[in-house]
């Protein structure tokens, strides 16, 4: 009888065991435990955290990374204000928060890799279209395309945080494509500002050049003016020194003469300049 009892616990165990299936949560991960039948069918309330788990056949685990992951959302197109058609090739970097693997099957229903093929291209196109439809295409190519990505990424980041996902990162993967019209009407844009730079340079230059003239000729004035006040003032101060002292001027001849008197004199002509008294 015992040997009988011994046997149909076995049994049972063995029974049990081949029903219930061996899962596991990896590091880096958040799941969730998810029933499919029965009284209890649905999402558990709890984070299935890292480690080994018992399911039962009725129950599947679903994992989503909690680490940084990359993807190219290909071309997505969108239009502009004025009904220009404009595409960009997008890649997008997103993780599962930690904990959040009930919330995120509860919306969504579906793994980490559906939601990412499905609902991530979904959320981007829109918030592609909703920016778009405010600006001009020369707004998104020009200057003003880093702001137009931030606040696009700002939108999808906003959209997926109440949901469980963070969205580290938006970018561009390639070069944005505009109509050819477009393209050309910006390129002469460009053409023309840098014709207007050029000639504002060359302008600078000239007037540098004048300028750099007109003060060589200030100072050649200058100093030509300085010149003739320095010999005019010397000529006063010589003249009213003469007044003052007339008999320099003949000492001043006195020690020029070598003491020759002219060879011929003239009827009539005075005698050298030195008066003897």
């Not at 204000?81 to 993780?95: E, H, V």
């Not at 196109?125 to 700002?154: H, T």
């Not at 990162?169 to 730079?197: D, F, H, M, R, W």
Request: glycine share 8%; proline share 5%; aromatic share 6%.
């Amino acid at each position: 009888m015992k040997l009988m009892k011994k046997i149909a616990v076995a049994a049972m165990v063995c029974g049990l065991a081949i029903s219930t299936g061996c899962s596991k949560v990896p590091a880096g991960y958040t799941g969730v435990i998810v029933n499919l039948m029965g009284s209890d069918k649905g999402v558990a309330p709890s984070e299935a955290s890292v480690g080994y788990k018992f399911l039962t056949p009725n129950e599947e685990l679903f994992l989503f990374p909690t680490f940084n992951q990359n993807f190219n959302l290909s071309q997505v197109s969108f239009q502009d204000r004025d009904g220009m058609k404009i595409s960009a090739p997008i890649g997008i970097t997103l993780r599962a928060k930690v904990g959040a693997a009930p919330l995120l099957f509860q919306t969504y229903r579906k793994s980490m890799d559906e939601i990412i093929e499905v609902n991530v291209p979904q959320v981007v196109r829109n918030a592609f279209n909703n920016a778009g439809s405010k600006v001009k295409a020369s707004d998104v190519y020009g200057p003003g395309k880093e702001k137009f990505l931030r606040d696009i990424e700002a939108s999808v980041q906003a959209h997926f945080d109440s949901k469980g996902i963070i969205v580290e990162s938006l970018y561009l993967n390639g070069e944005i494509t505009l109509p050819p019209q477009v393209v050309e009407a910006l390129n002469a844009s460009i053409t023309a500002t840098q014709k207007a730079q050029q000639r504002e340079n060359e302008l600078r230059q000239t007037e540098a050049e004048a300028a750099k003239v007109r003060a060589a000729a200030q100072g050649d004035k200058d100093a030509a003016i300085l010149k003739a006040q320095g010999e005019a003032e010397s000529l006063n101060i010589r003249g009213e020194a003469l007044r003052k002292n007339p008999g320099v001027v003949e000492l001043n001849a006195i020690e020029k003469w070598n003491g020759q008197l002219p060879t011929y004199i003239g009827n009539g002509a005075p005698m050298p300049f030195v008066k003897v008294n």
